[in-house]
């Protein structure tokens, strides 16, 4: 089988350069994994800044199509990173739209440049080159122009982490350099056909995701479910005459217990040794108290954190008690079970699903704590607001932290009882790996990833991690939530008498009868399903198989 010794990878974000969303993890966490296993990794994007101020070294300066561009170097748990500065690749506004296609076609000619100068940079030639969603596919097609007189070639591989059916034109690949009447090779359908440019586009309908599949040797997503099964997934959206060269390769999560008790420890040990009066020894119950009743209320100064200022002003005129100026929040005056939820306020995310769901759970439930860790993004500002007059109509019960609030999250992680991901769609779903890594049994929509990820008790009995649900089913969800929170609570407390007669669901009212202790057992599963399947370094080996079969898939 083809040895693989070097991959690069083209993405647009990656940390600890600049990170959006999640796919800003996955290529600098992948890389990390694969230079564990002896491959060189480097990853090529643009700097979204000014030369230097991500921390690179400036190597060399080079002119691109009138453009002059600096090319920056540094390093990451050993991976190497290419950054690219410059005109448009200088604004910091990683997905602007007004500036997002200029980034797209000059990091392309990037791209091209490095293909043929990579030795300048100390660099060794590929072996693959994966390239990762849409904002990559430009530069997959002058990857292949500038290597087809080089004499050799890397696989490609192509990565959709969230298929949103871009559209392009040639007018935008020719801005690249890429030309239109430029002939090679692609495998469609089972056949080998040798097309133009102009040609493949017009076979991808115009779609930038569907063209990065075509032109690829191999093209992967993050779950056979988004793959496979769902209605808008990959190949029911895109075509399945581009199933025989598909593939799958899972994000994963650096998260663990350990590793989160020890933030937890670190940030709020001493605090938390006065509130519980103990030196030691705290439970999860004892973590729940504390952030309910403390520390949520006592966020730092600089906490929570907006990435967009302007959007955070805009919801800042809707804020009322239980806020508190700068988006914080007053503490609970009260413990009890508790859900939370993290995420964008996008339509994709379900919050409105899930604030929906709440009445229904109380309810049974009256003292339940629902606890939103969100991040608001334009376009969401309806979701913002049902949140906020949620918090004003049950302020016993919700609270919202808008923004990032890296004192408690991890802290929220561990004193949850239930995490819910009532996402509309998922291709993947990394909260729902940090949630169980934590411990947290997870209500999920069993969609994308999220049913691949979560297995539901009433199918696995206490080999499950949680439930799924329709998505966008408020009641089901609502129904669900409380009986996870009803099994949790009743097999913490050892009162099943009184939890019992909440659980509708009569499979789980059986494993309560069947052992007291079941919540443990099913947090238990949790945590061992993500480090025995979702760890990077599970991924590293799936994408390396992915690797090499796009070597010898290569025309």
């Known amino acids: 089988m083809a040895e693989v010794r070097s991959v690069w990878m083209l993405t647009f974000e990656a940390k600890p350069v600049v990170k959006v969303g999640g796919l800003g993890e996955v290529p600098p966490n992948l890389a990390a994994s694969l230079v564990k296993r002896g491959v060189e990794a480097v990853i090529v994007m643009p700097s979204h800044a000014p030369a230097g101020l991500r921390g690179e070294e400036k190597r060399l300066e080079v002119e691109l199509d009138g453009v002059k561009v600096s090319v920056g170097y540094r390093e990451w748990r050993g991976v190497k990173f290419i950054l690219f500065s410059g005109g448009p690749l200088d604004d910091p506004r990683v997905y602007a739209e007004d500036t997002m296609m200029d980034k797209v076609a000059l990091l392309a000619k990037g791209l091209g440049w490095l293909l043929l100068n990579y030795e300048k940079l100390g660099l060794s030639r590929p072996d693959v080159i994966h390239f990762h969603d849409w904002h990559s596919v430009v530069s997959l097609l002058k990857a292949r122009v500038e290597t087809s007189e080089t004499g050799w070639r890397p ?7 969230l298929l949103v059916g871009k559209e392009i034109g040639l007018d935008m690949l020719e801005k690249a350099g890429v030309d239109r009447g430029f002939r090679h090779t ?25 063209l990065g599949a075509i032109e690829s040797d191999v093209f992967v997503t993050v779950s056979r479910t988004y793959l496979r099964e769902d209605r808008d997934g990959v190949l029911n959206r895109l075509g399945w005459d ?3 060269k598909s593939g799958v390769i899972y994000n994963g999560t650096d998260w663990s217990y350990q590793g989160a008790w020890e933030d937890v420890l670190r940030r709020h040990g001493e605090r938390l040794a006065r509130f519980t009066g103990k030196k030691e020894g705290f439970t999860r119950h004892d973590l729940r108290r504390y952030f309910l009743l403390d520390a949520l209320g006592n966020l730092p100064g600089a906490e929570p954190r907006q990435l ?9 005129e809707w804020l009322a008690p239980p806020f508190r100026h700068g988006g914080k929040v007053e503490p609970f005056e009260t413990d ?7 995420g964008r306020l996008s339509t994709q995310k379900g919050i409105d699903v899930l604030v929906e769901a709440v009445p229904r759970v109380l309810e049974d439930l009256g003292n339940a704590k629902f606890v939103f860790l969100v991040l608001p993004v334009w376009g969401g500002e309806e979701y913002a607001r ?17 923004g990032i609030a890296p004192s408690i999250y991890r802290l929220a992680h561990l004193s949850a009882d239930v995490f819910a991901a009532p996402s509309r769609w998922e291709p993947f779903g990394i909260m729902a790996l940090e949630a169980m890594a934590t411990g947290n049994p997870v209500v999920a929509s069993a969609v994308g990833g999220l049913k691949e990820i979560v297995l539901d008790l009433r199918r696995h009995g206490l080999g499950g991690t949680g439930l799924h649900v329709r998505p966008g089913d408020p009641y089901e969800l609502g129904d669900a939530l409380r009986d996870m929170l009803a099994f949790m609570e009743a097999s913490r407390t050892g009162d099943i008498d009184r939890y019992e007669p909440k659980i509708g669901e009569p499979k789980l009212r059986a494993l309560l009868e069947e052992m007291v202790d079941a919540g443990e057992i099913v947090r238990k599963n949790a945590i061992e399903r993500v480090e025995k399947h979702f760890t ?12 090499k079969r796009s070597v010898e898939a290569k025309l």
Do not use: C
């Open 155 to 161: 696989g490609f591989v192509y990565h959709i982490h």
């Open 186 to 210: 692609v495998r469609l359908g089972g056949k080998t056909l040798t097309l133009t440019v102009e040609e493949a586009l017009r076979r991808a309908r115009g779609i930038a995701e569907r």
């Open 242 to 244: 581009l199933e025989d």
């Open 308 to 316: 967009d200022k302007a959007l955070f002003e805009k919801i800042s």
């Open 336 to 342: 009890g079970p508790l859900v939370i939820t993290t």
């Open 386 to 402: 049902m949140l906020v007059e949620a918090s004003k109509n049950y302020p016993y019960n919700v609270r919202v932290v808008f």
């Open 536 to 547: 990077w370094d599970s991924a590293a080996a799936m994408a390396l198989e992915v690797y």
